[in-house]
């Protein structure tokens, strides 16, 4: 509909005078939080199916998490690099398990970004001036080496063509694609398998895990980061454990810290001796906090103990073949793609069979539903908490089957 491309959304921006304009931002003042819901200064309720951009896993004011966070709030909060206490090495132990190094080493940050630009760096600093490799669908970080990808240290792989590729279970070093890529100058490739800049694509088993074992024949390191895709979103612990290779550096945060800022970067034992024999030096204010670790020390322990990574399979199988089954009533629904509660839908962008991600996203919020939205390539988004009940998968389901019938009806 042409009305549709030309709809813009209210923002919250004349209410926060103050802020700097730096992102849309949707009008509503978000006041307070229960699991996955969402509640304005009016009382009005949203069911967040984005979880605060992917971080409150566990559900918003998880009441185990709180606990933790109160308890370490009247021991000690923050100490510095320099200082020790014991709880990064529980929360240590704890993650690497989660990660299958259970001999490695840990590093506790703030921030997602930081988690990856950390493992790029450590990288670099063990491989020498060797080429990065990575996928130009990847999303690394939003600074440094790994946010900005300078041509004169990173190459990029394309996978898109991969995906439709007959031989793309049996990939091989005879592949054209394959055999441009230089893995005798490879130091490292940095996996980032399934967010793909908010695209929700994932590259062939067959492409990744070749390339895992060319760059590792090359002496070469694998970086993975699991910052979007870690903790459980994609119905595994991590989105490495889709494919068979093994990491040697791990990057992950947002749903580490159900929306407190913490992340981390866990390495093997091999990179981490290398590291201090060489006196690799790293230091920042929060490093390795006491409250940091409370949290994601509590977070892995209610993950594990609930279940709650399983159920993130179950529920996203749920929503998957609740969406295909839609897909087969709409011409307007090009794809449906995910694993675990990462699922994305690309709507069409044919002149005559046109459907705005943006229009349905404001349509979803009115109905108080909170989704993603990708307006670029035109897809909406669902990446709710683990907990995220069945009947509200199918309120969804009910309500934006409404919105497309309104939709089709129209045109």
């Known amino acids: 509909m042409k009305n549709e491309r030309k709809l813009s959304l209210k923002t919250g921006e004349e209410n926060l005078e103050h802020i700097l304009k730096c992102h849309q931002m949707v009008k509503g003042d978000i006041v307070r939080g229960e699991n996955c819901y969402l509640y304005d200064s009016k009382n009005k309720r949203y069911v967040d199916f984005e979880s605060g951009l992917w971080c409150t896993a566990l559900g918003h004011n998880n009441q185990r998490v709180n606990e933790a966070i109160k308890k370490q709030i009247d021991l000690v909060m923050n100490l510095g690099f320099r200082y020790t206490n014991f709880l990064a090495e529980e929360a240590a132990v704890a993650l690497l398990d989660t990660v299958g190094l259970p001999d490695g080493k840990c590093v506790f940050l703030s921030s997602g970004s930081e988690a990856v630009e950390f493992g790029v ?11 990065l490799l990575t996928f130009m669908q990847s999303y690394l970080a939003a600074y440094g080496a790994a946010g900005n990808k300078y041509s004169d240290e990173w190459i990029g792989f394309d996978f898109e063509s991969c995906l439709t590729c007959k031989e793309k279970d049996e990939c091989n ?15 490292a ?16 088993e067959g492409l990744v895990d070749l390339i895992a074992k060319e760059v590792k024949r090359n002496q070469g390191l694998i970086v993975v980061d699991e ?32 929306g407190y800022p913490v992340s981390a970067a866990a390495m093997s034992r091999e990179v981490a001796q290398e590291l201090e024999e060489k006196s690799f030096g790293y230091g920042q204010s929060h490093q390795n906090s006491p409250l940091g670790c409370a949290v994601a020390k509590e977070v892995i322990n209610i993950l594990k103990e609930e279940r709650l990574v399983e159920r993130s399979y179950e529920s996203g199988t749920i929503l998957l073949n609740q969406l295909n089954e839609m897909k087969k009533k709409y011409g307007f629904i090009k794809e449906v793609r995910g694993r675990g509660l990462m699922v994305g839908v690309e709507l069409s962008n044919d002149a005559d069979n046109y459907i705005d991600s943006k229009y349905v996203h404001h349509k979803m919020l009115e109905r108080g539903f909170m989704i993603g939205c990708n307006k670029l390539r035109n897809i909406i988004l669902f990446l709710p908490a683990f907990t995220i009940a069945e009947n509200e998968i ?14 089709k009806s129209l045109r």
């Open 189 to 204: 490739v940095v996996f980032e398998l399934g967010s793909s800049c908010g695209t929700v694509k994932f590259p062939p």
């Open 394 to 407: 199918i309120n969804l389901i009910t309500n934006l089957n409404d919105i497309f019938r309104e939709r």
């Open 227 to 258: 910052v979007t895709t870690g903790m459980g979103r994609t119905g595994k612990w991590y989105g490495f454990n889709h494919y068979k290779f093994k990491p040697d550096i791990v990057a992950v945060g947002k749903g580490l810290g159900n």
């Open 173 to 187: 070093l005879n592949c054209e694609k394959i055999k441009n890529i230089p893995f005798e100058s490879i130091g």
């Open 121 to 131: 760096q450590i990288a670099k600093n063990i491989t020498g001036n060797k080429y």
